[in-house]
């Protein structure tokens, strides 16, 4: 998993709580990315982070938000989960010059009922 | 508004055939183009990839061509392998996009190579 973990692995919650997934690398890469990967769709691109306080939003960012306050972790928060966002959760990252090739963390398996 | 599109989302080959897995794109400043391998339960992994200046990369039993003037690229598996099966995603990118590296995925096929 190119030293990427993703923590929880699993998670259930109610509609309306907040949940935070984490990110953690061990590569010091710039880049971190955050995926949702839903039946039809691939994989969108929800934000990203280009260094340390650096993030920007990607394709589905409504109703998410992220944190980086160090190089190895990003942060995804769901400020009040919604059915809707029940999906699997990938984190990403890549190095500076690496031709956009991105290496993947191994999900989280959001439900919220 | 899909940019990266793979129109079929299942395949089904004999085990030592070939396996043939198409993308199509519709963004002409796309210049960089990827495949990944995803299994159930596990991340997607970086398979191979191609630059818009050359036509083919092949590296062991793949091989990815790039048919620009068709904005199409395929990924070829021979022979197949039980291990193979997977779904399989397409991915581009605009090096000109600046540095943030974001990649565009299609929907994914869903390769089942049958022993």
């Known amino acids: 998993d190119a030293g990427i973990t993703q923590s929880p692995r699993h998670k259930v919650t109610e509609t309306g709580t907040p949940v935070t997934l984490r990110c953690h690398q061990t590569?010091?890469?710039?880049?971190m990315y955050w995926y949702r990967q839903d039946p039809g769709h691939g994989l969108r691109l929800i934000h990203y982070?280009?260094?340390?306080?650096?993030?920007d939003k990607g394709e589905v960012s409504d109703g998410y938000s992220v944190s980086r306050s160090k190089t190895e972790d990003f942060l995804l928060t769901l400020e009040s989960a919604t059915s809707s966002q029940t999906s699997v959760y990938f984190c990403?990252?890549?190095?500076?010059?690496?031709?956009?090739?991105?290496?993947f963390g191994a999900g989280t398996r959001l439900s919220v009922l | 508004d899909q940019q990266v599109k793979q129109n079929s989302p299942s395949l089904s080959v004999q085990e030592g055939r070939i396996s043939i897995l198409n993308c199509d794109y519709t963004?002409?400043?796309?210049?960089?183009f990827l495949w990944y391998k995803k299994y159930p339960a596990e991340g997607p992994t970086f398979l191979i990839s191609?630059?818009?200046?050359?036509d083919k990369n092949e590296d062991g039993r793949f091989t990815v061509f790039l048919n620009k003037s068709a904005k199409h690229l395929s990924l070829h598996i021979v022979p197949s392998q039980p291990g193979d099966s997977a779904v399989y995603f397409c991915?581009?990118?605009?090096?000109?996009?600046?540095?943030?590296?974001?990649?565009?995925f299609g929907t994914g096929t869903l390769l089942a190579v049958q022993p």
């Open positions: 963004n002409s400043m796309f210049d960089y």
């Open positions: 191609i630059s818009s200046i050359k």
């Open positions: 991915a581009a990118s605009a090096q000109g996009g600046g540095a943030t590296n974001k990649l565009i």
């Open positions: 590569e010091n890469h710039r880049y």
């Open positions: 990403a990252i890549s190095a500076e010059g690496s031709k956009n090739i991105q290496y």
């Open positions: 982070s280009y260094g340390v306080k650096d993030t």
